[in-house]
């Protein structure tokens, strides 16, 4: 390749509840679900959007920004992208944010993004696991008026101002070219991310923001203060940055449940209807006497 | 106006054919529609696509917003987008449903993004009722109720946009029933002209593969699914005799897609397909909602599971406790009996 300018990326993350592993156990006996029984992780498809970013920025040089919004414990997984090599995160939280619906995440994300950037490439993952809606990252895209390229798998160049990657879709796939700044939603085919390194865990093991300091200080008293610790955190590049909504310049009437048009009505639990049903005992006899039920009333050919 | 007391529905075509989730919300819409007395219009965008107004009209739109462009011959974003946001600010509809196609989850968020309104992703159900907001003492009428499974586990979500226009949804293929056609039916065609700006065209598609799937989970009689409950890609082969032993299709939970032992095209569910089978056999699939929602619609339910606690059971006709892996050759077993002993009596 004749350019090798440097590609500045941020990818945009999601701290969720590990809503794959729901299992009998999760459930409560009334149908609810125990939260607390779910562990918090990083969202999958995020951990790809992040790695297609580190591997650009192996080939191409450049910078990897990571950048969730969430509730201060969200630190959890900018800390565990800084494992994974990002070179800088920043955590939004302020409760003002809370309630946010797509439409009000992305618009903090994109006041997030103009403070942090300018970037050539964002990165989202394809959806989120506990709304599985993919609306952000379009959303995102559209506040900041650049191109975004859904279902991104293989980025095949980038070459000038333009990228060339390829969506996967459920009907085909498809190459696309595209200008520069563009946001791309990856897939989880993308490939496969790489864990947290050792020694980067070692060596970045104090990576904190600041509602973690008092800890920090615990377990490693020759801290004096929190601000000789923020000294030596942010000449190490270890210093996870908090913004609120009045450092990212953010509107007040366009965050969190104020600046969320979606309103839920009303949450049902669901009502099983009670089916008519026999238990089939797991035997040979069992199973033969159900087929011949099934043959009889025409649902069995 | 071909906006206000409207129900728009965008309707995705690839190289001249209608996508079935178009259609069938196209019907969803006209139900909606007349609860409220409002019109129904389809939007059919791209290049050469004339003819394809005509078929929305008879599956029950009063109007078609016609973008005819050789730029909007294949779908992208910018373009589309451009389109779909001026119409909608000018037109002002009151409900925009789009198919949760990937084109649709793709140009969805795009407009509603910009149009700074409301917008959910694979409702499962859509109806029409009020909604009151205590604080200001206001009761909305004819709100578009936007049902949908809720976060992990088994809640149902009612979502509203009582303040922003259009109210928007996605909802993916099989979900709402396909509406019959009405030969003759008439409505009237309103073409539209792009005013692109030069920055619509930041992407162009250089090549483009379409695969059609070998899967035809949506019509299938029967639909043999696993879950996580099966223990391996090799396990599915079991599923799959079965399958073939029923003129069925193999289907399966997420599950059992994300833990890579089949392809996503076989996911049935919220985000995958919405089946009504004559019979669905539900082995080693615990039942989580979001699947539920895309299957408790078969006529008869088998469910084979070890936990006797599966909310599958709930709604299963036939209960099997019992491993998977020792089942499913029972059942396959006697099927085969009965296909012989058949045989032997009306020697057929």
Redesign the interface.
């Known amino acids: 390749m004749t350019d090798q300018k440097p590609i500045h990326s941020a990818v945009l993350v999601k701290q969720v509840?590990d809503?794959?592993n729901?299992?009998?156990e999760?459930?409560t006996k009334d149908?609810?679900?125990n939260r607390n029984a779910?562990p918090a992780i990083f969202n999958p498809e995020d951990l790809n959007a992040l790695e297609m970013a580190l591997q650009i920025r192996e080939r191409r040089g450049g910078t990897v920004t990571v950048i969730t919004m969430g509730p201060p414990k969200a630190a959890n997984v900018l800390r565990d992208a800084l494992f994974r090599g990002a070179d800088r995160v920043i955590l939004l939280t302020d409760r003002k944010f809370a309630g946010a619906?797509?439409?009000a995440t992305?618009y903090v994300l994109k006041c997030a993004v103009e403070k942090a950037g300018p970037f050539d490439l964002l990165f989202c993952g394809r959806q989120a696991i506990?709304?599985?809606?993919?609306?952000?990252?379009?959303?995102l895209?559209?506040?900041l008026?650049?191109?975004?390229?859904?279902?991104a798998e293989t980025i095949v160049e980038i070459s000038g101002d333009q990228i060339?990657a390829e969506r996967v879709?459920?009907?085909?796939?498809?190459?696309?070219?595209?200008?520069l700044p563009?946001l791309l939603t990856v897939v989880?085919s993308a490939n496969t991310p790489r864990p947290a390194s050792v020694r980067r865990r070692i060596e970045r093991k104090l990576a904190a923001a600041p509602g973690e300091y008092a800890a920090i200080r615990a377990a490693w008293p020759e801290f004096e203060s929190d601000a000789q610790l923020e000294t030596y955190l942010t000449a190490h590049g270890l210093k996870i940055a908090v913004w609120t909504a009045e450092d990212i310049g953010a509107s007040e009437e366009q965050v969190g449940l104020a600046g969320?048009?979606?309103?839920?009505?009303?949450?049902?639990?669901?009502v099983?209807?009670?089916?008519?049903?026999?238990?089939?005992?797991?035997?040979?006899e069992?199973?033969?006497a159900?087929?011949?039920e099934?043959?009889h009333?025409y649902?069995?050919? | 106006m071909t906006g206000q007391n409207s129900i728009w529905v965008f309707i995705e075509q690839?190289d001249g054919k209608i996508a079935d989730v178009s259609l069938e919300l196209t019907g969803k819409a006209r139900e909606l529609a007349d609860q409220l007395g409002y019109d129904v219009v389809g939007l059919v965008f791209g290049h050469d696509v004339e003819p394809l107004a005509q078929q929305v009209i008879e599956r029950g739109a009063d109007r078609v917003l016609l973008a005819d462009h050789p730029e909007l011959a294949v779908y992208r974003?910018?373009p589309y987008?451009r389109v779909a946001i001026a119409e909608a600010r000018a037109r002002k509809p009151e409900i925009f449903l789009i198919g949760g196609?990937?084109?649709g989850?793709?140009l969805?968020?795009?407009v509603?993004?910009?149009l700074?309104?409301?917008?959910?992703?694979?409702c499962t159900d859509l109806q029409i009722?009020e909604?009151t907001i205590r604080k200001e003492n206001k009761t909305y009428p004819n709100l578009l109720?936007?049902i949908r499974p809720?976060?992990?586990?088994?809640?149902?979500?009612?979502?509203?946009?009582?303040?922003?226009r259009p109210q928007m949804a996605t909802v993916r293929e099989g979900v709402m029933r396909m509406p019959a056609a009405q030969p003759g039916r008439t409505g009237t065609i309103e073409k539209v002209v792009p005013a692109f700006e030069p920055?619509d065209f930041?992407?162009?598609?250089?090549?483009?593969?379409?695969?059609?799937?070998t899967v035809q989970l949506k019509e299938a009689p029967?639909v043999v699914s696993g879950g996580a409950g099966i223990g391996s890609a090799e396990d599915f082969a079991l599923l799959r005799d079965l399958a073939n032993l029923?003129?069925g299709e193999v289907g399966a939970s997420?599950?059992a897609v994300?833990a890579g032992m089949i392809a996503?095209?076989h996911q049935v569910g919220?985000?995958g397909t919405t089946v009504r089978p004559?019979?669905y056999i539900a082995a080693g699939i615990?039942g989580?909602?979001q699947h539920?929602a895309g299957m408790d619609q078969s006529?008869?339910?088998?469910a084979i599971n070890t936990?006797p606690?599966?909310?599958m059971?709930?709604?299963?006709?036939?209960?099997?406790?019992?491993?998977v892996a020792?089942?499913l050759p029972?059942?396959i077993?006697?099927?085969r009996?009965?296909s012989m002993s058949d045989g032997s009596t009306d020697g057929e």
């Open positions: 509840p809503t794959h729901i299992t009998g999760v459930m149908g609810t679900m779910l619906d797509t439409l992305s506990d709304g599985d809606t993919a609306q952000v990252g379009p959303q895209a559209e506040k008026g650049i191109p975004q390229i859904t279902y060339v879709l459920d009907s085909g796939s498809e190459i696309v070219r595209c200008k563009a989880g969320s048009p979606t309103q839920v009505h009303k949450i049902n639990f669901v099983l209807e009670s089916t008519e049903s026999k238990t089939i005992p797991a035997t040979p069992g199973i033969a159900m087929v011949q099934l043959v009333e649902i069995v050919g | 690839t974003t910018l987008a196609s990937p084109n989850r793709d969805a968020p795009r509603a993004s910009a700074r309104c409301g917008l959910t992703a694979d009722g909604y109720y936007q809720a976060f992990g586990g088994n809640l149902i979500a009612t979502i509203v946009n009582p303040k922003t920055g930041a992407l162009e598609v250089l090549s483009r593969q379409v695969r059609h799937s029967v029923l003129g997420r599950a994300d996503r095209p919220q985000t004559r019979l615990s989580a909602i539920r006529s008869k339910i088998i936990d606690n599966a909310p059971f709930q709604i299963a006709h036939y209960k099997i406790v019992g491993d020792e089942v029972m059942i077993k006697a099927l009996e009965r």
